[in-house]
């Protein structure tokens, strides 16, 4: 009997432990640890946030699904992995740390055949001084990252909207924490939900609202823009962010580091050596992400966590890290099997594994400040790597040592985003995306780095209800109802 | 009051960060919110990511 350890049951790793589940079936084990006791259907925070769904509409409790999958689960967060065991045994294992109520604290050594590393990102608001302290927000700004997050801004959202109909004007501040976050879609749609909402509740024209991010150009996105067919044209998301930022009076300030957080003010940096600061009633700044910070250590004991993951602490795969500049980018420098070059056994996928380089072009304040978005690796592209790497995995498992590697590489995969304004049937509207290829190839698709027939975007309620279908669809996938596989992910 | 319908362009700042972009007409605003116009679209744009999905897989 082989077990597979899956560290993570966020979209990648939970994705990769349920398709290994029924691939192998009772003959083989599948281990999740993770130290969250419920799945979070992220996309649909942003709704909690605006207080159109509760903080229960988007999560559902793991024990009684993966007891149905007949998967293992232990609720506790991984802290080292051993690859090559210990002086006494050969077998590799991770340490894991309960969190589970009633076992806090208390550690146990998993020993594993594989391992899949999709443990997400560490939130990292403790980068940027006063947004908060290591993973945990801090009390100046909200967040949409968690469902609680989600619920605690919808109640702060509500205190501004009651003192809006007293009369007090209230400014809205909302976009990128730090100048190295990634997620500026989620940002993006929060604040016209907000913008959505103040509409509703007749208050509007008692708020400023603005956008701040890291991005060189509005409609970045992390993923350097994207070209996308309008009206007979091939339209840069620049012009489409901008005119949805125009027509709903959304001013924007971008290329910005955010340095400080204090009670209702931020200072930041520009691009251009530049500072200031903006004041706010209520901002909501997503954080940058980093690893969990989960260490590694060879046979004797010594600190291999160099070797296994990148100074981010992300996990390596099969990517090309000696890029070097942009100019020398390719498509081909981002993995296709996501399994680590020292260990065949271990993979990474999601926002756990380490991206070769950044997609959107990196940039540099005089300063020396570092200020560009990282690459997203949630959503479509998270499910879809957990999915191929479980079906390596069980390749190897049932076929033997040699059984070649799926592929699924970010610059051969599409994703489709809807970004909703509201979440009426009938009213507000949706910006309805599908990129191809995430990773631009410029030399497959020389110009805009990707294939325009299935690069588009528009706007309207037909986007409102593919989210509201999407929704319902993941959050009963994940539950693994019946017909699940059908799914897509 | 009387452009009432052409409320986004009344947001361009001259010469400021908005100055470049455009802005819908009435009628790619009403396009937005029909529902039958909407129904097509909806059909189309789900066939449109289908095939995204499946050419990702």
């Known amino acids: ?17 349920t398709f290994a589940a029924k691939w192998l079936g009772s003959a083989h084990e599948v281990v999740v640890v993770t130290p969250n006791s419920k799945w979070n ?37 991984a802290l080292s992995i051993n690859p090559e065991g210990k002086e006494s045994s050969d077998k590799p294992f991770v340490t894991i740390e309960y969190t589970e109520a009633g076992r806090e604290g208390e550690n146990e ?17 403790g980068a940027t001084p006063g947004l908060g302290e290591g993973s945990q927000l801090g009390e100046h700004t909200v967040s949409v990252c968690t469902a609680d997050h989600a619920a605690h801004a919808s109640d702060e ?27 500026q879609g989620a940002a993006f749609e929060y604040i016209f939900n907000i913008e959505h909402e103040l ?15 890291n991005e060189s150009f509005l409609g970045d996105f992390g993923v350097g823009g994207l070209h ?11 012009i489409f962010a901008e005119s949805l930022f125009t027509e709903r009076n959304v001013d924007w300030i971008i290329g910005a580091h955010v340095s400080k957080v204090e009670s209702g003010k931020i200072e930041y940096e520009l691009l251009d050596g530049s500072t200031g600061e903006e004041n706010f009633n209520f901002s909501m700044l997503i954080p940058p992400f980093a690893g969990v910070g989960i ?15 990148a100074p981010n602490g992300f996990l390596k795969v099969d990517a090309n890290y000696g890029a070097g500049a942009y100019e020398n980018w390719k498509a081909s420098d981002w993995p ?17 594994f380490a991206p070769p380089h950044p997609i959107s072009k990196p940039m540099k304040s005089p300063n020396g400040t570092m200020i560009g978005p990282t690459p997203p690796r949630t959503g479509m592209p998270s499910g879809i790597m957990g999915k191929t790497v479980a079906h390596s995995i069980c390749d190897r498992i049932l076929k033997g040592d040699n059984a070649p590697l799926h592929e699924a590489s970010m610059a051969e995969m599409g994703a489709a985003c809807v970004a909703s304004a509201g979440k009426g049937v009938f009213s507000g509207t949706a910006a309805a995306m599908t990129i191809y290829p995430v990773v631009p190839d410029f030399e497959k698709y020389p110009g805009t780095g990707r294939d325009t027939d299935y690069t588009f975007g528009e706007i309207g309620l037909a986007g409102h209800w593919i989210k509201h279908i999407l929704h319902h669809l993941f959050m009963y996938k994940a539950k693994l109802n019946p017909g699940w596989t059908m799914i897509p992910e | 009051m009387a452009h009432e319908h052409k409320h986004g362009e009344e947001n361009i700042k001259a010469y400021g960060n908005n100055f470049t972009t455009m802005t819908p007409g009435p009628f790619a605003k009403w396009l937005r919110t029909c529902v039958i116009y909407q129904f097509i679209r909806f059909v189309i744009i789900n066939l449109k990511m289908i095939t995204v999905v499946k050419k990702s897989h």
């Not at chain 1, 009369?167 to 909302?174: A, V």
């Not at chain 1, 296709?336 to 756990?352: E, S």
């Open chain 1, 1 to 17: 009997m082989a077990r597979l350890v899956v560290l993570g049951g966020g979209v990648s790793g939970h994705t990769a432990a």
């Open chain 1, 41 to 77: 259907w992220i996309p649909s925070n942003i709704w909690v946030g605006v207080g159109q769904m509760t903080a229960e509409d988007v999560t559902f409790d793991l024990a009684p699904v993966y007891a149905k999958a007949g998967i293992n689960y232990k609720q506790a967060k």
């Open chain 1, 109 to 125: 050594e998993v020993e594993y055949d594989y391992l899949i590393n999709a443990t997400g990102p560490k939130l990292n608001f």
């Open chain 1, 157 to 183: 959202l509500d205190k501004c909207i009651e003192k809006m109909k007293a009369g007090e004007r209230q400014k809205f501040l909302i976009g990128t924490g730090h100048g190295m976050c990634t997620c």
């Open chain 1, 199 to 213: 509409k509703k509740a007749g208050v509007r024209d008692m708020a400023d609202i603005k956008w701040i991010s």
């Open chain 1, 228 to 238: 996308m067919k309008a009206m007979g044209f091939a339209v840069s998301s620049k």
């Open chain 1, 295 to 309: 260490k590694a250590f060879g046979k004797d004991g010594s600190d291999i966590t160099d070797t296994m993951f």
């Open chain 1, 336 to 352: 296709k099997t996501y399994q680590n070059p020292t260990y065949g056994n271990v993979f990474a996928c999601g926002i756990a």
